[in-house]
C-alpha cells in the first residue's frame, strides 16, 4: 500500500462510527472547552496524531479497543505537549508576580500531575498579584482563613470577597463545575 492509501485507511477509521469522539475525550480530559483560544487548532492537531498513530501500529488492529486506547494515549500526549509550549510562552506574564510563582510550576510536591499544572497555569494567568497570594496560600500551603487574614494583614471578609473574585474570574477555565 502506497502511503495516501495509508492516510485514507487511517482516516476512514478515525470518522468510522464514533472513534473521533477520542479526541474531544481527550480535550475534556485537558480540560479545553470549545471557548478555549485554541480549542479548534487542537481538535486539528488531534485528528492528526489519530491518523499518525493508526498508521505506526499495523499490527494493533485486530483489538479495536486496544488499539483506540493506544491512539487515545497517543492524541493526550501531543495535545499535552501542545499546551505546554503554549503554556511557555504566557509564563512571563506571571514572572513579576510573587516571587516564587514561576518555581511552583515546576514543583513535584506542589503540583506533581501536568494536568493539573496546565489547570494551575491557566488559573493564575486570569488573577491579580493578590488572589495568586490567597490560592497559594490555601492550596499550596495549606493555611485557613485566619491565618491568612493574619499573614497578609487583611480582614477574612476581605479574604471571601477575593475567593469570590477569584471564582467568577476562573468559572471560563472550570465552566459550570463551580456552580452548587
Not at 499495523?58 to 492524541?75: A, F, G, N
Request: charged residues 30%; negative net charge.
Amino acid at each position: 500500500m502506497d502511503n495516501k492509501t495509508d492516510y485514507q485507511t487511517a482516516f476512514d477509521f478515525m470518522l468510522e462510527g464514533d472513534h473521533e469522539v477520542v479526541v474531544f475525550g481527550v480535550l475534556k480530559r485537558l480540560n479545553v472547552r470549545p471557548w478555549h483560544e485554541h480549542y479548534q487548532d487542537l481538535v486539528q492537531e488531534g485528528r492528526l496524531e489519530f491518523v499518525d498513530a493508526y498508521q505506526k501500529y499495523p499490527d494493533q488492529r485486530d483489538d479495536e479497543k486496544q488499539m483506540l486506547s493506544y491512539i487515545y494515549q497517543s492524541v493526550k500526549w501531543r495535545l499535552l505537549d501542545k499546551l505546554r509550549r503554549s503554556t511557555r510562552v504566557s509564563t512571563p506574564i506571571l514572572r513579576g508576580g510573587v516571587e516564587t510563582l514561576t518555581n511552583l510550576f515546576f514543583d513535584d510536591e506542589a503540583l506533581a500531575d501536568v494536568e493539573t499544572n496546565l489547570i494551575f497555569n491557566n488559573v493564575l494567568a486570569v488573577l491579580n498579584e493578590k488572589e495568586q497570594l490567597l490560592i497559594r496560600g490555601l492550596y499550596l500551603e495549606g493555611k485557613t482563613m485566619s491565618q491568612l487574614s493574619e499573614d497578609l494583614k487583611v480582614s477574612r471578609k476581605t479574604l471571601y470577597v477575593w475567593r469570590n473574585q477569584i471564582k467568577t474570574k476562573i468559572k471560563p477555565i472550570w465552566g459550570n463545575t463551580l456552580d452548587g
